[in-house]
């Protein structure tokens, strides 16, 4: 299944390179239980293809949740290699018309090939260091 998805992100992007932002998402029909979702998408199995397919260092952001078909799918993305990159905080929303039934699940990954146009939320590594966490962005670390 991972292999199936990550063929058709690449595909799309052109190459695992071209992805900057990436993320997993999983929802599970109301005669399901979400641990079903998590059990698909929470494995190594699963993210690591993806991951490995794309060169990221960074994990790879999630949401499960449950609900019935036509229910919003929420994938949140973010940098590949910086998680505090905050430029690509996305979140892909979009809805299957007949998905999940109550007894089906959906999985689904995305990608983004760039972040936030004019994106104005800020520096996360500017703003860790003004509240005192000395913390530095892993990115400019050589």
């Known amino acids: 299944m991972s292999e199936y998805l990550t063929k058709l992100i690449l595909d799309e992007a052109g190459s695992g390179e071209a992805v900057e932002a990436f993320g997993k998402s ?15 998408i929470h494995t190594l199995h699963f993210g690591n293809i993806y991951r490995s397919a794309v060169g990221a260092k960074s994990y790879l952001v999630f949401n499960n949740t449950r609900g ?3 229910a919003p799918l929420l994938i949140p993305m973010m940098d590949k290699n910086d998680e505090g990159r905050r430029s690509h905080y996305l979140t892909l929303q979009f809805a299957i018309p007949d ?29 860790l260091a003004e509240l005192g966490h000395g913390a530095k962005n892993p990115a400019a670390v050589k």
């Open 26 to 40: 999983a929802i599970v029909g109301v005669d399901g239980e979400l641990e079903h979702a998590s059990a698909l």
């Open 68 to 70: 019935p078909a036509n």
């Open 99 to 127: 998905a999940p039934a109550a007894d089906e699940l959906v999985v689904a990954i995305g990608g983004a090939t760039g972040g936030r146009p004019h994106h104005r939320i800020g520096d996360r590594y500017k703003d």
